[in-house]
Each structure stands twice: as C-alpha cells, then as structure tokens.
C-alpha cells in the first residue's frame, strides 16, 4: 500500500521517466563508445608489430608482460648481395616483385616464422602484404613452385614456394620446421614479433623493454603499416572512429553530470513532497526506524524500478541499431550498470542521514 499511494503521485511517475530516458541515452552512448573503441583497437593491432631483436633471449619479459600477445620467434632474411628481384624466375616480368615490398625494417629484409606442419625440407609459404597480393592476383598460382634466394648469416639459402596468402599489412615468410631449426642453430640474436593489446599501452611497454637494449645493432621498435583494404588496418578508418570517440565520450561526460544534478535534485525534491508523510507517520506513532524504513523503501523501489526500464529502453535501442547498421554493441552494458548501482545506493546512504535530521526536526515541533 505505502509503495502503491507513492507510485501513484504523478511527479513520482515524471522523475521514473525522466531518469528512466536520461540513463538508457548515458547506457546507449556508453555501450557505443566501447563498440568504437574495441574496434578502433582491432585495427590498431592488426596495423602495428612489436619487434625485439636483442642478444640476450627476452622472451620471458614480454610473455610476463600481460598486455603483450601473439609472441613468435622469428629471424631476418636478407637478400643476397642486396639483390632487388624477390623471386627468382619472377612469372611478372612487367612488374617483378622486389625485397623492398616484403620488407618493413630494412629495404633488403624479410620477415621469417615457423610455417604449418605439412612444410618439408625448403618449402615456404609466401605472405604477401594486402596490397600486393591483389595486384598480384593473376599471378598467384604462377609463383608457386619458384624459387627465392636469401641469405642468413652468410649463408644462402633455396627457398621453394608452396603457397602464396594475403599477410595483412606485414609480409612474411612462414618456413618449414627443418629450415627453422637450422637458421636457430645459426642465429646470433633473438628475434621476436609481436602485438600490444591497446595503442594506451605502447609507450610504457616500448620504455620497459628499452631498459635491456645492450648494443647498437639491437632492435626494441614499433613500426606501423596501415592499408587502404577496408578489411585490414585502414588508417583514415581509425582516425575517424578516434574522433567519434573522442566526441561521443564528451557528450557522455556532460550527460553523466547533468544525470547526477537530475539525480540529486529529484531526490530533493522526493524528500521534500514526502515530508507531510514523514510528520504524519511520526504524529500516528511510527517509530523512527519504521519511518526511515518506509522511506527508503519508497525511494529505492523507484529507482529500482527506474533502473529496470532504463534497461529495458536501451536494450531495445541497442537491439534496433545492431540490427539497422550491422554492430555489435553489447545489448546490456553491466560496467554502467553497476556504477549506476554503486551512485544510486551512495546517495541513498547519505539520504539517510537527512531522513534522521528531518525526524530530528519533526520532534521539536
């Protein structure tokens, strides 16, 4: 009965909807910025390679590092006497490929990785960056077969293509375990690639893993490659999902604090349309404690309430944009949720103490 009389207060129905509206557009706004922002990061990932190429092994530093993944053991072939034709017999005498198009460290190298199990003895796959690959479409079942020669450590090396694949934004070369374990055998240094897990985390990690730069022939960098392949690592892609971003987080924080002002104002207000109720249980004989009781039962059933058909809205808002523009928000947003939660039951605990100042001043009238 005392929740019912209190929901049927038609101020008492405005500040639900009120609160009800302003918290799914915070909610909606929120699910989008992270949407946009694990986007933003797959592209950020899928454009950048963490290479670490020390004398000392460092392979434990970065497997210890958390926000560190996708650790491979690699090596740098060269070109053999700065030779610019890749492939030996190029099949595309118009436009033969060259080492400085398989190479993002160095004009005259490429990257190495141990290949799938079905490679033998000199077979490689060869890893054509995106754009490569296709303008060199026609072409593809040409190469394989052919031959390219490189050079390790001084020594020269007959590589057979067995498959040609699109790499993304980084070429490479995946080889078979016997053609690895050799080059290990003869390797000086330890090369590794690798990716960061968000672009917040790249200049911590790129300052610790300075620290164990020994030489002047070491390697600790962060080189970037970004496609014009809408598939891939688009860099006008990721500069416009940043700028929403960062747009959307602005309209988000001036929501928020005008959430929190409605917040409080109508909490203000609820204690002070309530206040005949609260002198009037106190003349009938209600305990202090019965009254505070049936207060913040009042006041929390209505923000539970509230918070119940927020969500609903937004889920239903959510719902209707993944399905009119193919996203993939997340359809109930429960880091907002709670935070929501832990400011709802703040303010009612201080709401508390005002209940006690107005029993308090009831008393003495």
Same mark, same amino acid.
């Given at each position: ?28 706004? #929120?699910?989008? #910025? ?30 210890? &590092?958390?926000?560190?993944? &996708?650790?491979?053991r690699g090596f740098l072939l060269e070109s053999p006497e700065n030779s610019i034709q890749f492939v030996d017999e190029d099949p595309n005498l118009d436009k033969p490929l060259q080492w400085a198009s398989f190479s993002y460290l160095s004009l005259t190298s490429v990257t190495t990785y141990l290949g799938d199990n079905d490679l033998v003895e000199n077979e490689i @796959? ?46 490479? /070369? ?6 690895? &374990? ?19 985390? @790249? *200049? ?12 002047? @022939? ?15 690592? #688009? ?39 309530? *206040?005949?109720?609260?002198?009037? @249980? ?13 207060? /913040? ?17 937004? /889920? /239903? ?30 303010? &009612? ?17």
């Amino acid at each position: 009965m005392i929740i019912r009389n209190f929901f049927r207060r038609t101020t008492t129905r405005i500040y639900i909807v009120l609160l009800s509206i302003i918290i799914a557009t915070v909610s909606v706004l #929120n699910s989008l #910025n992270v949407f946009l922002d694990n986007q933003a990061n797959k592209i950020y990932i899928n454009s950048m390679r963490l290479i670490v190429s020390t004398e000392q092994n460092l392979y434990d530093v970065l497997k210890a &590092n958390e926000n560190i993944m &996708n650790i491979k053991r690699g090596f740098l072939l060269e070109s053999p006497e700065n030779s610019i034709q890749f492939v030996d017999e190029d099949p595309n005498l118009d436009k033969p490929l060259q080492w400085a198009s398989f190479s993002y460290l160095s004009l005259t190298s490429v990257t190495t990785y141990l290949g799938d199990n079905d490679l033998v003895e000199n077979e490689i @796959e060869l890893g054509f960056s995106s754009l490569d690959y296709y303008n060199s479409t026609v072409f593809l079942n040409d190469y394989l077969g052919k031959t390219i020669t490189a050079d390790y450590k001084g020594e020269k090396l007959k590589l057979v293509i067995k498959r040609v694949y699109d790499a993304g934004p980084f070429p490479e /070369i995946k080889i078979s375990k016997d053609i690895y &374990n050799k080059l290990e055998r003869k390797a000086t240094t330890y090369f590794y690639s690798s990716q960061i897990k968000h672009e917040r985390f @790249e *200049e911590d990690i790129k300052s610790e893993l300075l620290k164990y730069k020994k030489e002047e @022939e070491d390697k600790i960098v962060v080189p970037h490659i970004y496609s014009q392949s809408t598939e891939v690592a #688009n860099y006008d892609a990721l500069e416009k999902m940043n700028s929403q971003i960062k747009l959307l987080k602005n309209i988000t924080y001036v929501l928020s604090i005008i959430f929190l002002i409605m917040f409080i104002i109508i909490s203000k207000n609820i204690l002070e349309d309530l *206040e005949t109720t609260i002198r009037l @249980e106190n003349m009938l004989g209600f305990s202090k404690k019965n009254i505070q009781f049936n207060l /913040i039962k009042r006041i929390l059933s209505m923000y539970i309430l509230t918070i119940i058909l927020s969500n609903i809205l937004s /889920i /239903i808002i959510v719902f209707v944009l993944n399905n009119k523009y193919s996203l993939g928000m997340q359809l109930l947003n429960f880091k907002f949720l709670i935070i929501i939660l832990i400011v709802i039951l703040s303010c &009612n605990l201080l709401l508390v103490g005002t209940i006690n100042n107005k029993l308090n001043i009831t008393k003495h009238k």
